[in-house]
């Protein structure tokens, strides 16, 4: 069984995707976050494609997708939301779980509470919806929601730099010579690309949105708890463990696991994680 690499046109837009695994099986969708692409899940779809139908798209502006002109495309959380969803649909795939990583959140959670008869389980990876797991690595950014001016949006520039991206792997983990540099040389460079810089600053902007979301997202999962698998690196300097465990609060079957690494478990934990996924998911969906 081999993953394929596909792309398809959403709204004139082409977005890559990643698919693997026989149609038949229960389907995950797997969304990314920043500054990655459905190449974070390059050594997951492997461990899932036995038992799973599994598809990882990448956003417009992210990866292989094509990267419209910021005046030509709304690059907001809500927007993508819409196009994963008409994604989803032309795709043909009726009911999946969502494994969310980061901006996959804000992404995945708008799908669900649209549509949440599709919604079978959530898988969250440092994956965020409550405020008390938002860390101080954000108050940059929050400066920049607050008061909108060039000076503050120049003060979070930073995160698009190679160190910074770098940096994102390697926090947090317990090995940092176990991160493949490919990781965050595949970011880079898609951030290095001409006008890329703006589209992850309007990102960046939109994401003051997200969190206003969140008590909107926390009534779908006290209204239609779904299944929930929250495995947390929980030396993420963005998104904290109290993040993880916040899910507990509205979902009455949600597991909660917290691992000794950073902001990209899967970098380092990939077989635990794929192991916690496999288990949980073949238990609720069998």
Excluded at 211 to 227: A, G, I, L
Excluded at 237 to 258: I, K, N, S, T
């Amino acid at each position: 069984m081999l993953v394929t690499h596909k792309s398809i046109s959403i709204k004139g837009v082409n977005i890559f995707y990643r698919e693997a695994g026989q149609p038949g099986n229960p389907t995950i969708l797997l969304l990314h976050g920043f500054p990655s692409s459905s190449h974070m899940y390059r050594n997951l779809i492997p461990e899932l494609m036995e038992e799973f139908h599994v598809v990882a798209p990448d956003y417009p502006g992210f990866g292989n997708s094509d990267q419209p002109e910021i005046n030509e495309f709304e690059y907001t959380f809500s927007n993508y939301a819409i196009l994963i969803n008409e994604f989803v649909e032309q795709l043909n795939v009726e009911k999946f779980s969502i494994y969310v990583h980061d901006y996959g959140a804000p992404v995945g959670f708008r799908l669900a509470c649209q549509h949440p008869e599709r919604i079978q389980a959530i898988v969250t990876q440092n994956g965020n919806a409550y405020e008390e797991g938002l860390m101080s690595a954000w108050d940059p950014v929050r400066t920049y929601w607050e008061n909108p001016t060039e000076e503050n949006k120049n003060k979070i520039r930073f995160l698009l730099s190679s160190d910074f991206t770098k940096y994102q792997y390697t926090n947090g983990t317990r090995n940092p010579e176990h991160i493949s540099p490919d990781a965050w040389n595949m970011d880079q460079f898609v951030l290095n690309r001409p006008g890329n810089d703006e589209i992850q600053l309007a990102l960046q902007y939109d994401y003051r949105n997200n969190v206003k979301q969140y008590s909107n997202w926390q009534e779908f999962f006290r209204t239609y708890q779904p299944p929930t698998l929250a495995i947390w690196g929980k030396n993420d300097m963005f998104f904290g463990p109290e993040g993880a465990l916040a899910f507990q609060r509205d979902l009455d079957d949600c597991e909660v696991h917290l691992l000794n690494t950073g902001h990209f478990p899967l970098e380092e934990e990939l077989k635990t994680s794929a192991t916690l996924i496999k288990q949980f998911l073949q238990a609720r969906l069998s």
